[in-house]
């Protein structure tokens, strides 16, 4: 039993410790700090290392630098295929205060915006076309309790298949998912495929069972979900390029400060050329740049 003495003695004193550091590591930062910072939720369908991803972590530290730590943005990277119209829906209602939105999920909540998609030679002239549209747009998200804070660069577009299509003509009777976006279903119906509109959750089960034959889709997101194990053959083209968005919800951003607001889209413009840059990277790494 003595011999036990000195064990049970040291076990509590780690005990004691590990309490001790705890209590320190909580008490580090004032209460009145923790209780004056304003917190905002943001969702991102992508991986961390997507181009917009990198992004949105980016904006995250530079809101809580720029505001002294008196503002921070908790991240979360939703990369579940079909979570873009749930970020939406979340946005449109306060559930997040920010998302970074692709604009083809836009038009799939706000039809109205289908008008404003046009076809342009590069990602580039894309953004900057939208860039010139965004008062008008934005007349359209209001009316959603949406706000566009920055428009980023577009990735390409790709429709993914079971069977390797050679030539345009090859598309011909196959039966594709696409966004429910009228130009890019008429370009795809123009090939002469059928158009199917599915819940992206169950799309892989869709093609996999033959039911369907493929998916139009962003390129950097073909191999999210294991969409190259069951569409392995890629047709990218050029004519519809549509850009993230990173887009607030008014009624968080109705909870803040003049000052905030303020500071929420300064930080939101700033990203802008850091998105562009990781995007321009990861489309030379697929050799599109």
Same mark, same amino acid.
């Given at each position: 039993m003595k011999q036990k003495c000195p064990v049970i003695i040291f076990l509590i004193s780690l005990c004691l410790l590990s309490a001790f #550091?705890?209590?320190?590591?909580? #008490?580090?930062? %004032?209460?009145?700090? /923790?209780?004056?910072?304003?917190?905002?939720?943001? #969702?991102?369908? !992508?991986?961390? #290392?997507? %181009?917009?991803?990198?992004?949105?972590? !980016?904006?995250?530290?530079?809101?809580?630098?720029?505001?002294?730590?008196?503002?921070?943005?908790?991240?979360?990277?939703?990369?579940?295929?079909?979570?873009?119209?749930?970020?939406?829906?979340?946005?449109?209602?306060?559930g997040i205060a920010i998302a970074a939105v692709n604009y083809f999920s836009l038009c799939e909540e706000i039809p109205e915006i289908n008008r404003f998609i046009g076809s342009y030679d590069s990602p580039q002239e894309a953004r900057e076309g939208y860039r010139e549209l965004t008062g008008e747009i934005q007349e359209y998200l209001s009316r959603e309790r949406l706000e566009l804070l920055s428009c980023y660069r577009p990735d390409y577009r790709c429709v993914a298949t079971k069977e390797r299509p050679e030539s345009p003509g090859d598309f011909t009777g196959m039966r594709l998912h696409a966004a429910k976006v009228l130009p890019v279903s008429a370009y795809l119906v123009n090939l002469g495929?059928?158009?199917?509109?599915?819940?992206?959750?169950?799309?892989?089960?869709?093609?996999?069972?033959?039911?369907?034959?493929?998916?139009?889709?962003?390129?950097?997101? !073909?191999?999210?979900?294991?969409?190259?194990?069951?569409? %392995?053959?890629? /047709?990218? !083209?050029?004519?519809?390029? &549509?850009?993230?968005?990173?887009? &607030?919800?008014?009624?968080?951003?109705?909870?803040?400060?003049?000052?905030?607001?303020?500071?929420?889209?300064?930080? &939101?413009?700033?990203?802008?050329?850091?998105?562009?840059r990781a995007m321009i990277e990861a489309q030379k790494e697929r050799g599109m740049e």
């Open positions: #550091s705890v209590s320190f590591a909580f #008490s580090g930062k %004032p209460e009145e700090e /923790w209780k004056n910072q304003t917190m905002l939720r943001m #969702s991102v369908p !992508y991986e961390r #290392s997507h %181009p917009t991803g990198k992004a949105a972590e !980016y904006f995250a530290g530079l809101v809580e630098q720029e505001s002294g730590g008196r503002m921070a943005i908790a991240v979360t990277y939703d990369t579940e295929p079909g979570s873009e119209k749930e970020i939406v829906t979340k946005l449109q209602f306060g495929a059928e158009i199917e509109n599915f819940e992206r959750t169950d799309l892989l089960r869709a093609v996999d069972s033959g039911f369907i034959d493929g998916s139009e889709m962003p390129l950097l997101l !073909y191999k999210r979900a294991g969409y190259d194990k069951v569409m %392995p053959y890629v /047709w990218i !083209y050029k004519d519809f390029l &549509a850009p993230d968005m990173l887009v &607030a919800s008014t009624v968080s951003l109705g909870n803040l400060s003049d000052e905030q607001r303020r500071l929420l889209f300064r930080c &939101a413009e700033e990203t802008e050329e850091f998105q562009i």
